[in-house]
């Protein structure tokens, strides 16, 4: 039982709540037969692409047990007329919780305070909590958390955000880098403050990944970002990770993204296929991370 009903952001668990998912994440992915949510259904509202989100969240269901309904951006009226606050009360009619990926924060906020059922965050342009909790089940298997070392090179934005607040609600030892105007919103780095520690500020990318166990990263430019292309992509020369800035770190660095990866511009092909990315690791603990976390919300 976890201490809150919605996940909109990664704070929104306790350090208990966080190592109780993990916890339930790391025996379903060692085999544990939980077929928990039979008969549950999750609805799954998607205003941008995604690969991992959708496909994990609906095989997750599948694995658990239940099933997941994708409702795209022409599948329902929500963005055609009917307001959030109404496909809110409708879905939670229907189904057992709500997954959603969309723009505006704000907007998920207003889904979970009128539904009747836990809301999940699955991605908006400031947080992406469940990225976050596949993260930290990453680093928590390959390091632990306590003695190892994370860099965040580049945008300041939803992944970089949630994943400060986990990392300051678990203990990881945090420095990041962003380019001046990119960084983490001031809220943000209260409430890491808040939560025990806000992350060491690095003037420079090479600063920031001296010594660290892991890299991560995330694209320049973020969906619904692409008129700020150009003026992102010059904002972030320097940004890159790739070989020459991972010679400041050790031999033995690994690098984490999120994905999809822009190839060339927020990270090398090299580093990509390198020993060094955990990258397809990250990519499949979403699925255990978020089974553990759908056993936990909507388990009765
Ligand atoms: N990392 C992530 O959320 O990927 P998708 O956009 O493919 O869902
Ligand atoms: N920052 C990226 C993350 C994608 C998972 C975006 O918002 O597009």
Redesign the pocket.
Request: charged letters at 25%; aromatic letters at 6%.
């Given at each position: 039982m976890l201490s809150t009903t919605h996940l909109l952001d990664i704070d929104d668990l306790s350090v208990d709540d966080v190592h109780t998912v993990l916890d339930r994440a790391s025996a379903l992915k060692t085999g544990a037969d939980d077929t928990r949510l039979p008969r549950k259904t999750l609805g799954m509202i998607f205003e941008?692409p995604?690969t991992?989100?959708r496909v994990s969240f609906e095989t997750g269901m599948t694995q658990l047990g239940g099933h997941a309904i994708f409702l795209g951006p022409e599948d329902i009226h929500l963005g055609h007329g009917e307001p959030i606050k109404d496909t809110s009360r409708a879905l939670s009619r229907y189904v057992d919780g709500i997954m959603a990926r969309l723009f505006d924060h704000a907007d998920a906020e207003e889904l979970a305070a009128y539904a009747d059922v836990p809301v999940i965050n699955g991605?908006t342009?400031d947080a992406?909590p469940c990225?976050t909790l596949a993260d930290l089940l990453t680093i928590r298997e390959t390091f632990g958390f306590d003695d190892v070392r994370v860099a965040w090179v580049g945008?300041g934005?939803?992944?970089g955000q949630s994943f400060v607040l986990g990392c300051a609600l678990v203990g990881i030892d945090l420095v990041v880098a962003t380019p001046e105007g990119y960084g983490m919103s001031e809220s943000v780095l209260d409430r890491a403050a808040e939560l025990g520690s806000a992350p060491v500020v690095a003037a420079t990318p090479e600063a920031a990944v001296a010594d660290a166990d892991v890299v991560y990263t995330?694209?320049f430019v973020?969906?619904?970002?692409e008129d700020e292309r150009e003026e992102k992509l010059a904002a972030f020369d320097g940004y890159q990770v790739n070989d020459d800035l991972l010679a400041h770190a050790t031999p033995e660095t690994k690098v984490m993204h999120?994905?999809?990866a822009h190839r060339g511009e927020e990270i090398t092909d090299d580093v990509v296929e390198s020993d060094r990315a955990m990258v397809w690791d990250q990519a499949e603990n979403r699925l255990h991370a978020q089974n553990g976390l759908l056993v936990e919300l909507l388990d009765d």
């Amino acid at each position: 039982m976890l201490s809150t009903t919605h996940l909109l952001d990664i704070d929104d668990l306790s350090v208990d709540d966080v190592h109780t998912v993990l916890d339930r994440a790391s025996a379903l992915k060692t085999g544990a037969d939980d077929t928990r949510l039979p008969r549950k259904t999750l609805g799954m509202i998607f205003e941008k692409p995604s690969t991992r989100t959708r496909v994990s969240f609906e095989t997750g269901m599948t694995q658990l047990g239940g099933h997941a309904i994708f409702l795209g951006p022409e599948d329902i009226h929500l963005g055609h007329g009917e307001p959030i606050k109404d496909t809110s009360r409708a879905l939670s009619r229907y189904v057992d919780g709500i997954m959603a990926r969309l723009f505006d924060h704000a907007d998920a906020e207003e889904l979970a305070a009128y539904a009747d059922v836990p809301v999940i965050n699955g991605l908006t342009d400031d947080a992406h909590p469940c990225q976050t909790l596949a993260d930290l089940l990453t680093i928590r298997e390959t390091f632990g958390f306590d003695d190892v070392r994370v860099a965040w090179v580049g945008d300041g934005n939803n992944v970089g955000q949630s994943f400060v607040l986990g990392c300051a609600l678990v203990g990881i030892d945090l420095v990041v880098a962003t380019p001046e105007g990119y960084g983490m919103s001031e809220s943000v780095l209260d409430r890491a403050a808040e939560l025990g520690s806000a992350p060491v500020v690095a003037a420079t990318p090479e600063a920031a990944v001296a010594d660290a166990d892991v890299v991560y990263t995330d694209v320049f430019v973020s969906m619904g970002q692409e008129d700020e292309r150009e003026e992102k992509l010059a904002a972030f020369d320097g940004y890159q990770v790739n070989d020459d800035l991972l010679a400041h770190a050790t031999p033995e660095t690994k690098v984490m993204h999120c994905l999809p990866a822009h190839r060339g511009e927020e990270i090398t092909d090299d580093v990509v296929e390198s020993d060094r990315a955990m990258v397809w690791d990250q990519a499949e603990n979403r699925l255990h991370a978020q089974n553990g976390l759908l056993v936990e919300l909507l388990d009765d």
